[in-house]
């Protein structure tokens, strides 16, 4: 584990005026499922195409597996698999045909090539549709054969930018667990998404970031641990007279109430058994309530008070 | 990989069946329309002697020897030479009673009646001739600077040399307008090539497409996979042109003449030129696709109109204003290229013309290479 997978230091992209990427930082470290979350517009792809040497850059320094990356570093390349967030793959060829066109840009050997297509259409799920061609896959069904063009050369480094856009939960869901996989066999990924869920599921580390800014960087545990909040209670109440209201935000741990669309939302920061101190303020004071949540607290609520706004808007 | 690029390209291009249909109909359709219009027209056009007037002097003494000779009376009679002033020659162009003035001196220039739309192929046929006469008579004066004791000989091979093109090109050539509506009809299949190397050009780039992001991205050399796709690609619309000159000479019975080999090297070269030159447009400029293709299609036609496929004459008033552009307007060097073929029986002319479309082809994938070859791109 000594030379980091992934290192960009202070990278600056700048598109004309806008500056996409600002003084960005990483290190991504071999066998981990690393996520990079932020909402649209974020600089998630902006870093991907840099990392990747696809895009110029006008500050900072990048090493993938402790060399510069440039566009003739044909040996990294070699390591690498990428699933970009557009579909790329060819109308008039095949699944299998497309997957053994893009294969074959790094694998030379046709034996082995043939047993790497067949895998990769296994992994996927999309042996059936072995010679369909790529008009008459579903939505879902075409993600996953994007995915498996950019992976079945078996790459120890594989990018994933949004792979699951748009596609049903079924195919997602098999998505997911495609990509554990695949980390379980050793391959590093670095996976883009706004699905917070995704990224919680999935991923070992989390980065977030927003406006080209990388905020806060851990496993998702650490990452909840930086904020305040630590539980959310949240009751269906008809009404509640506003004076009680100063009584709940006086009780331990509790630093947030409101009350809105006939819901009691109690934050709380730390500590135990809040949700039954405010159920018994309740009974004492003889509100009627109907159901209770206790909520634990998201990546949104992570990035909510990171930057003050949701992560999806 | 090369080889991987070549198959799949041919593999995806040959399953494009309505694009390979529309490419094949086109010039088949395009070539049945022109067949039925002009089917009658080439018999009233059979080649007459030429009615000229020469404006000569007395120092123009190799001119008159081979008007006289090509004026004589006979079966092969060539022209009608009448002399006259200027004056007099002028008004018989005016009043249409011959097609062209021939000017003595050094070069020989002529004169034609740009009314006269019905008689470009005599006026194409004269132009001819005078381009040959100076050349020959070019070649004669450094002779007689250099080996002044060779020149009896030189000029006994010039009047052979008249002699056998008069026969050849002027009553036993195949050359009639409808054939030249023909030739101009391949050379447009050819340069709408060009269409399909924009398609490998965008296909390739990171920076106009998605696929050519993911190509970029795979240790695969570029110029590697591109000059795969562009061989793959010429060889399929070579193929196509094939077929329609075979449609067009054999199915309808244009009469190209018996050099079935030289044609179909001539079509070769026509589709390199094409295709190279759609991928330069290709390569060059972040433009949306649409435009590019707009780009190629105006070009194309307008090339095409100037070398005559809509306006017989064009290709000669061309010649007129600005005839540099006639040596490099590649619809004019391809259907020349057919038409030398069809009426001189040497192929100086024909390997010229494909000597420079060969030479421009060569440039312009050189050139798109220069461009794609900048691999890291400001935005995407
Ligand atoms: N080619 C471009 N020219 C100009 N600006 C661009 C270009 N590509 C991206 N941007 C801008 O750069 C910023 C970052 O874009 P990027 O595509 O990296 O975001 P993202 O996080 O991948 O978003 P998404 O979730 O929508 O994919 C955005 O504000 C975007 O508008
Ligand atoms: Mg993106």
């Not at chain 1, 290190?27 to 792809?45: A, H």
């Not at chain 1, 549709?129 to 790459?155: E, M, Q, V, W």
């Not at chain 1, 905020?215 to 539980?231: N, P």
Request: proline share 2%; aromatic share 10%; with cysteine.
């Amino acid at each position: 584990m000594s030379t980091p997978v992934i290192k960009i230091s202070n990278l600056v992209k700048r598109y004309h005026e806008l500056l996409a990427l600002d003084h960005f930082n990483l290190e991504i470290k071999e066998g981990e499922v690393f996520g990079l979350l932020g909402p649209n517009g974020s600089g998630k792809t902006t870093t991907m195409n840099c990392i990747l040497a696809l895009l110029t850059y006008d500050k900072g320094s990048i090493e993938v597996f402790g060399k510069e990356m440039r566009p003739d570093s044909y040996e990294l390349k070699r390591q690498i698999g990428v699933v970009m967030q557009n579909v790329a793959v060819f109308e008039e060829l095949t699944v299998y045909e497309n997957i053994d066109y893009f294969c074959g840009l790094y694998i030379q050997d046709k034996a082995l090539r043939k047993q790497y297509v067949e895998e990769a259409m296994e992994f996927v799920g999309l042996q059936e549709f072995k010679n369909f061609f790529p008009r008459k896959l579903s939505g879902g069904l075409l993600r996953r054969l994007n995915i498996a063009c950019g992976i079945a050369h078996k790459p120890r480094l594989i990018f994933l930018d949004e792979p699951t856009v748009a596609v049903d939960p079924q195919s997602r869901n098999k998505i997911l667990e495609g990509i554990e996989e695949l980390n379980r066999q050793g391959a590093t990924i670095v996976y883009t998404s706004h699905y917070m869920e995704e990224v919680e599921q999935i991923c070992t580390r989390i980065a977030i970031m927003d406006k080209g800014k990388n905020l806060a960087i851990g496993t998702k545990e650490e990452l909840k641990q930086m904020i305040k909040k630590s539980e959310e209670i949240r009751i269906e109440m008809v009404d509640i007279p506003q004076e009680y209201l100063a009584d709940i935000r006086n009780l331990k741990h509790v630093y947030e109430v409101r009350f809105e669309n006939h819901n009691l939302h109690v934050l709380c920061s730390g500590g135990k058994h809040n949700l039954l101190r405010v159920l018994d303020y309740l009974q004492e004071k003889e509100l009627s309530f109907g159901r209770v949540y206790s909520e634990l607290p998201t990546l949104n609520d992570v990035f909510l008070e990171i930057t003050g706004k949701e992560l999806r808007d | 990989m090369f080889w991987h690029a070549f198959y799949y390209y041919l593999k995806s291009t040959l399953r494009q069946k309505e694009n390979l249909c529309w490419t094949l109909l086109f010039p088949i359709a395009l070539g049945t329309m022109f067949f039925v219009a002009f089917s009658g027209l080439s018999d009233e056009e059979s080649l007459h002697t030429i009615p000229v007037a020469a404006v000569v002097k007395e120092e123009d003494i190799a001119l008159k020897s081979v008007l006289d000779t090509l004026g004589e009376a006979g079966e092969d009679q060539f022209l009608e030479v009448t002399y006259a002033s200027e004056e007099e020659a002028l008004d018989l162009l005016q009043n249409k009673e011959i097609i062209g003035i021939l000017h003595g001196g050094s070069p020989v220039t002529l004169s034609v009646n740009a009314q006269m739309d019905n008689m470009q192929m005599e006026q194409s046929i004269l132009s001819a001739f005078v381009d040959q006469y100076n050349a020959i008579f070019d070649g004669i004066k450094n002779v007689a600077m250099t080996n002044p004791e060779k020149v009896e000989a030189v000029i006994r091979g010039l009047s052979e040399e008249t002699d056998y093109n008069k026969e050849i090109t002027y009553t036993d050539g195949t050359m009639d307008e409808m054939v030249s509506y023909f030739f101009n009809l391949i050379a447009m299949t050819c340069l709408y090539a060009s269409m399909t190397g924009l398609k490998i050009a965008i296909r390739n780039q990171a920076n106009l497409s998605a696929l050519g992001a993911r190509r970029t991205l795979s240790p695969t050399h570029r110029l590697i996979s591109i000059l795969g796709e562009i061989t793959a690609c010429i060889l399929f619309q070579t193929v196509i042109v094939w077929i329609s000159l075979f449609y067009l000479g054999v199915i309808l019975k244009v009469n190209f003449g018996s050099q079935t080999g030289y044609m179909m090297l001539a079509s070769l070269v026509g589709c390199m030129f094409g295709i190279s030159f759609g991928f330069f447009v290709g390569c060059i400029g972040k433009m949306e696709e649409a435009i590019k293709v707009g780009i190629l299609m105006v070009l194309t036609m307008f090339n095409c109109f100037l070398s005559g496929l809509m306006v017989h004459s064009m290709r000669i008033q061309v010649e007129k204003i600005c005839p540099w552009y006639n040596k490099i307007n590649p619809a004019a060097l391809i259907s020349d290229s057919f038409y030398a073929l069809s009426v001189f029986q040497s192929h100086d002319r024909y390997f010229g013309n494909l000597a420079t479309l060969f030479a421009m082809a060569v440039c312009l994938c050189v050139a798109g290479f220069f461009i794609v070859r900048r691999e890291k791109y400001a935005t995407l």
